[in-house]
C-alpha cells in the first residue's frame, strides 16, 4: 500500500463546475501538505501549500486537510478549460529534508 | 528566463549506453533535486543536494550517480542504461526557507530501447 493514495481519474467536468481532487495517508507525521498541478509534457508546479490542518484559499482554488482523517482535498471553483492537466498532492513529514512524498496525480480534464 | 533548466529534453538510447543528464537554476535557490516520474506519473525522488552537498539518497541502483559542481547545477549520469530507466527525469530546486516549495523543470524524457 502506497503512503499516498490519490485517484488517477481521468474526470472529466464541463466548464464553470466545482471540482474536488483528494488524497489519503497513512503516516500520521505528515506535517506539510502541498498540490502541484501538471500540464502535458511540462514539469510540476506549485498551487496550493498548507501547513497542519486547515483551509487555505486563493482565487479559485481552496486546499483542506483534516488531518484526523488522514485525507487532503483540493477544490477548484468555476473551473476552466486551462485547468485541464493532472493534479499531484504531496506531502512531507518535518525533518525529512525536503522529501516530499507524491501521489500519482489525478488527471482532469475540463470541456467547454 | 528559464528557472530551472534541463537538458536535454528528449534522450534516445540503447540499453547499456552511459548518459547524462544536466541541470541548471537560476533562482539563487540553495537545495537541488532528481525525481523520477514512471509511466503512471509517479514521481518519486532520487537524490538531493544543498549547497553541493548530497543530503537525500534515496534506493537508487549505483549506476545513477548525481554531481552537483556548484549549488547552481545538479548532473545526472546514469551508467550501463536499462529498459527500466526509461521514465520522465525531473530537476527541482527550492530556497532555504521554503524548502518544500519545489520549482520544476520541463523534465528530460530518457527511452531506453
Known amino acids: 500500500q502506497k503512503e499516498v493514495e490519490q485517484d488517477p481519474g481521468p474526470l472529466s467536468v464541463p466548464e464553470g463546475a466545482i471540482v474536488s481532487l483528494n488524497c489519503t495517508y497513512s503516516?500520521?507525521?505528515?506535517?506539510?501538505f502541498m498540490w502541484y498541478r501538471q500540464y502535458s509534457r511540462k514539469g510540476p508546479e506549485l498551487l496550493m501549500y498548507?501547513?497542519?490542518?486547515g483551509n487555505k484559499e486563493d482565487g479559485r482554488f481552496t486546499a483542506q486537510v483534516d488531518k484526523s482523517s488522514k485525507y487532503i482535498s483540493l477544490f477548484i471553483r468555476d473551473s476552466q478549460p486551462s485547468d485541464s492537466a493532472t493534479y499531484l498532492c504531496a506531502m512531507e513529514r518535518p525533518g525529512t529534508a525536503s522529501k516530499l512524498t507524491f501521489g500519482t496525480g489525478t488527471r482532469l480534464q475540463v470541456t467547454l | 528566463d528559464t528557472a530551472v533548466s534541463q537538458t536535454p529534453k528528449y534522450l534516445v538510447t540503447q540499453m547499456g549506453n552511459d548518459k547524462s543528464i544536466k541541470c541548471e537554476q537560476n533562482l539563487g535557490h540553495d537545495t537541488m533535486y532528481w525525481y523520477k516520474q514512471d509511466s503512471k506519473k509517479f514521481l518519486k525522488i532520487m537524490f538531493s543536494y544543498n549547497n553541493k552537498e548530497l543530503i537525500i539518497n534515496e534506493t537508487v541502483p549505483n549506476r545513477f550517480s548525481p554531481k552537483s559542481p556548484d549549488k547552481a547545477h545538479l548532473n545526472l549520469h546514469i551508467n550501463s542504461l536499462e529498459l527500466g530507466d526509461s521514465a520522465v527525469y525531473f530537476c527541482?530546486?527550492?530556497?532555504?526557507?521554503?524548502?518544500?516549495?519545489?520549482?520544476f523543470g520541463a523534465g528530460s524524457r530518457l527511452t531506453v530501447l
Open positions: 503516516n500520521s507525521a505528515f506535517q506539510y
Open positions: 498548507t501547513y497542519s490542518s
Open positions: 527541482a530546486s527550492s530556497p532555504p526557507a521554503g524548502a518544500n516549495v519545489l520549482t
